[in-house]
């Protein structure tokens, strides 16, 4: 028996909205994703991969986030060459059954760990927006005229861009870490840094951390 397949369905992407995830265990950002099938096909479902970029290009610095982002970026002098589009996340989500529009929350966790590129540019900026890509793939879900469910690929082309206030990423952060920041030691430095610690009998680690610290490095 043969199948009308009738015109297979395009989906549209827009991002809308960005904000802090309340009462999670991480750092959490939760962008408002609408989606639109644009020849108003009944959608029974999206498995939809979503891989978000940082288009750092896309902005301008001052000087303080120039110095900032040199272990990403190099000297300025060289950005011409070395500023790049950043890799941030990849995630995927199941959109649910819509006609015409909907609007679907897009969670993307966030971590403080600064040797990881897309963290340490975030805390590299003060003010301003982050330029971001969303780039989408997978499959949608849909009925036929016959009211048969046929499933097709989201087109390579479907992006969409969003333009993140840097305040959202520093409230979200300093909302799980208040006043502190993370950092990475291999298993050896932290080893030698708890004997010291507790060979001078510091009471905090901020304690032993400033007695290694010349005097003009805090200036």
């Known amino acids: 028996m043969a199948i009308d397949l009738g015109t297979l369905p395009e989906l549209g992407f827009a991002v809308r909205d960005a904000a802090r995830l309340e009462y999670t265990a991480i750092p959490t950002l939760r962008f408002k994703l609408e989606v639109q099938s644009l020849a108003g096909h009944d959608i029974r479902s999206v498995m939809l991969d979503t891989q978000v970029q940082i288009a750092a290009r896309r902005r301008g610095y001052d000087t303080a986030a120039r110095d900032r982002l040199f272990e990403l970026f190099g000297h300025e002098r060289d950005w011409g060459s070395t500023l790049r589009t950043l890799m941030w996340t990849r995630t995927t989500l199941v959109v649910p059954p819509f006609t015409g529009r909907t609007v679907v929350d897009l969670d993307v966790a966030c971590t403080y760990d600064l040797e990881v590129a897309a963290s340490a540019y975030f805390d590299a900026l003060e003010d301003g927006e982050v330029p ?78 400033d007695s290694l610290l010349p005097e003009e490095a805090e200036e």
């Open 132 to 209: 971001l890509e969303f780039l989408f793939s997978g499959s949608v879900f849909y009925a036929a005229p016959s009211g048969h469910l046929q499933t097709t690929r989201i087109s390579w082309e479907q992006d969409a861009e969003y333009r993140l206030p840097v305040r959202v990423w520093k409230e979200t952060m300093e909302h799980h870490f208040p006043g502190t920041a993370w950092l990475r030691l291999p298993k050896g430095a932290f080893d030698r840094l708890v004997a010291y610690k507790a060979r001078n009998a510091f009471a905090s680690w901020e304690d032993a951390i």
